[in-house]
């Protein structure tokens, strides 16, 4: 990321959490995939919501943001008081009680209920395996996961 950029992205968030009285200090960090945002603040409750909504949608809000002020549209991830670390070591186990469950029964086994970021993980974390495979259907909030036996 440019530094002109990085300032950029870091004014913008600023004003945001501001704007939101969040308060707190919070890191940049830029992949190849992503802006990440690390938020340290007291106010991760409000910040996560309901089952991760308000996180969802500040992240949605900022991507949104910087894809204005740089022209090109990059998916934004905030961490804030590790709740996506936590969600993502509960995917694989998910992911992994789901595969064995597919391959007991072997049938397919849907996953609903899940932000589109965490079938992200799952599908990552299945993409490679030999013995499932996963996709996902449906549109809005009606998608879903579909995990099944690859033959």
Same mark, same amino acid.
């Given at each position: 990321?440019?530094? *002109? ?33 690390? &938020? ?6 409000? @910040? ?54 597919? &391959? ?16 992200? @993980? ?9 013995? @499932? @495979? ?6 809005? *909030? ?10």
């Amino acid at each position: 990321m440019a530094k *002109k950029e990085n300032k950029k992205i870091k004014d913008t968030a600023e004003k945001l959490f501001k704007l939101l009285e969040i308060e707190g200090g919070f890191e940049i960090s830029e992949t190849e995939e992503a802006i990440e945002i690390n &938020l340290d603040t007291q106010d991760s409750g409000i @910040v996560i919501g309901y089952h991760g909504d308000t996180l969802e949608s500040l992240q949605l809000v900022l991507s949104l943001c910087f894809a204005k002020q740089t022209g090109e549209f990059k998916r934004v991830s905030i961490e804030v008081g590790e709740y996506k670390k936590k969600r993502e070591e509960w995917l694989k186990t998910l992911a992994l009680e789901t595969k064995e469950k597919v &391959l007991s029964q072997n049938k397919e086994v849907y996953l609903s209920d899940l932000k589109s970021w965490e079938r992200r @993980v799952v599908h990552l974390l299945l993409q490679d395996d030999q013995e @499932v @495979v996963s996709e996902s259907i449906g549109e809005g *909030k009606d998608r879903v996961l579909v995990v099944k036996p690859k033959n």
